[in-house]
């Protein structure tokens, strides 16, 4: 069995571990999708700005690093683009910024972080800039 008596700490980073992004950015499409009486896959969209915001924070270069912020909205800019999409600036940055501000925590992750917590410390990692 696996020895927990000398684990010190465990660490979550949300991005997808604790955070539900597709249903959220799922749901941020579905917004503008309406606003704009616009046809596409809300499913598929939040599924490519994902793809799209992974490939530019796994491969930018260390004298001009990004956050996932600046990459969510660099990656909705790039697909409402190659989509042949118009959408105001303010509703870009409701998509990158205030869209996975309220990202809801996937159900099934509260009771474990709840029960384990009580033997170990816990850290959610999450930076603002």
């Known amino acids: 069995m ?11 980073d949300t991005g997808g571990t604790i955070l539900d992004w ?3 950015f799922k ?3 579905e917004e503008i ?3 704009y009486n616009l046809n596409f896959s809300s499913s598929e969209f939040a599924n490519l700005m994902r793809e799209k915001s992974l490939k530019i924070v796994t491969n930018q270069k260390k004298d001009a690093l990004i956050n996932f912020d600046t990459a969510h909205y660099n990656a909705i800019d790039e697909l409402i683009k190659e989509r ?3 959408i105001s600036e303010m ?5 990158s910024y205030k869209t996975p501000s309220e990202l809801k925590v996937w159900p099934d992750f509260l009771n474990p972080f709840n029960s384990i917590k009580k033997k170990i410390l ?8």
């Open 27 to 29: 749901k941020g499409f």
């Open 122 to 129: 816990l850290c959610i990692i999450h930076t603002f800039e």
């Open 91 to 95: 509703d870009k940055r409701f998509l």
């Open 33 to 35: 999708k309406i606003k």
């Open 22 to 24: 597709h249903s959220g």
């Open 84 to 86: 042949y999409i118009s």
């Open 2 to 12: 696996f020895n927990t008596s000398k684990i010190k700490a465990i660490t979550f």
